[in-house]
DNA sequence: TTGTATGCGTTATCAG
DNA sequence: CTGATAACGCATACAA
């Protein structure tokens, strides 16, 4: 085997217990010994097992994160954010992929509770309140990010932007730039928060800004780019009357669109504007580069890690804090200004 | 605390040593003990505890992967392989971001060393000899992934795309569409598997095909789109003949080819054709849609994985075996066929 | 401040 | 086939 407590303890000619005192810093211990201590561990390479550890105390220096497509930008960004302060803190994540597999994440869950995990993260899925409950039964603290549950009281920790306001200021941004025909290729219906809450977010704009807006101009996609396609195309066939403007749940829906677009013949931003959501790298490669609401996922992960670890070091398992992290509308060129006074 | 192997022996009314069985089928048990056992785990919920399994065993089912990057979709998409491999043989991943820091990576090797990872997986790190040394020393079975090591003699296990004939196959595929005057965007000098060697094969196809490519066509990014970007400026700036087509790669310095030579006036495939690679999913979102080759990531994510838990179960650490992922040439909009006879 | 001894939950060895 | 019991490496309550 390697070299464990009981080595350094002969070679430093102390108690075992002394130097687990100084690893951890639990107790005061003599300069002198510690520093022998020290030296012998420099030595001999000496790294704790991290199992016994554990065993000992019943606490890893994991966290787990359940997603439920890692290669999808928006996730993988908010997961890099989660990194970065675990590894600060000297925590190691745990990325476990659920392909949005509601059996799946109940799996997962239970695993990382075998594996001990101090503590977990959701990215992005949907949780209902049956689910909530579950969660709260769990060993460790979880923070839901960048979702939030549709149950009705929040009792799980959760950070993530203001979906409804986020649709807001951009039916605001379109309006601004003379568009009142507007068109909304949102969510999946069954999707809580960026589904349904964003679908809340346009309605409450169109209202405000008093906006007639047929309901043929509203489709259901999935953030996939092909839905983006398919959802502009929808829009073109079932409307005699186009918008002038289409605003689309993400930017990979909002290049679907863009290309749904051009197909039909209509060039962007000429004969239609097209906005986007979520400002992933996408958004500028584009061309034109599309106007989106830029949300900080890589802030977003961070704070829900923060968040985390707030929770494991108060040792509660859920406060109900609600986070919001702030969005920015961004104006690119894909978006174009059709009030009569300006072009 | 929850329920330990104890509670499941004194219920089932049989020693800790027949639960331990039964659990990991390691020596037979008869059928009645089994039911008897298995009908009490499954009542009281039991989940054995991994820390202490791994303090007897000495084993974690855990496996590391360190990358220089998650969000970068190559690298995600390589670390989906390795999940969906692990997960069905019931490991976790442990993934870990480096920055691409080799001080960062050290530390990461040894903190997984803590973890008593089963073995680790590299995406897209620069090895050189004095690090595979050190690599070799750690206790556990590494294989890199997707960027193999730039020391002579092969030891640490690899699955790769072949580099060298990728990018000979795209060179042809230009060359078979009348380009004879070809630019080359390749990665960094000091990049061993995806810069130099792709550079080789650069200059091996337009030596076999007798090309004379002034060396004002080659030009070195770092696989970002800004760079691509540059390059495609730097080409411009420092050409009076300009080539009839630029080969990128990456999809994302093709992108930002494309945008340059749009900046300098140049439009892509008719003045131009550019050639992606990697065959990431920006490359169909793009207009025009890049021609590009495809790496087939997740499964090289997937291979790696396999070779490495093939390692783990015959206990060796390296045995120097190399596997390729054939990569195909993929045909879309960005390059124009300028043959004389047909257009 | 330091050392001793025990427990943490499993696996594995060795008798039975 | 089954059951005691000794590791495994560390933390910690208790003594000194």
Known sequence: MSVTIDDIAKEAKVSTATVSRVINGSKAVSPELTRRVLEVIE???????????GLATDKSSIIGVIVADISNPVIST????INHVAQQKGYTVLVCESDGDGRKEQ??????????????????????????????DMDFPIVM??????DGCITI?????????????????????????IGFICGPENDYSSGIRRLEGFRMAADSLGLDIPSSYIVHGDFSYESG??????IFEENTRMPTAVLACSDLMAAGAVSG?????????????????????????????LSTVRIPYFEEGSKAAEELFALMESGEKATGKLVFIPHKVI?????????????
Chains 1, 2 share one sequence.
């Not at 990010?145 to 549709?150: A, D, E, I, K, N």
């Not at 104006?331 to 072009?343: A, E, L, P, Q, Y």
Request: aromatic share 6%; net charge positive; proline share 2%.
């Open 78 to 81: 908010t997961i890099k954010g």
């Open 145 to 150: 990010v960048t979702q939030q549950s549709s």
């Open 331 to 343: 104006r690119r060129f894909s978006v174009r200004n059709i009030k009569t006074h300006d072009s």
């Open 229 to 234: 396609r398919e959802c502009m195309t929808r």
């Open 43 to 53: 030595r001999k390479r000496f790294k704790p097992n991290s199992f016994a550890r």
């Open 261 to 289: 677009a051009a197909s039909l013949g209509l060039s962007v931003p000429q004969d239609l504007s097209i906005m986007g959501f979520d400002d992933t790298d996408l958004a500028r490669y584009l061309n034109p580069s």
């Open 157 to 181: 920790n959760t950070v993530i932007h203001d979906n409804i306001q986020a649709i807001i200021d951009a039916v605001s941004f379109l309006y601004d730039n003379g568009h009142t025909r």
């Open 107 to 136: 799996m997962l869950l239970e695993r990382l509770e075998e594996q001990k995990a101090s503590g977990v993260i959701l990215a992005g899925m949907n949780v209902d309140h049956s689910r909530v409950e579950k969660m709260l």
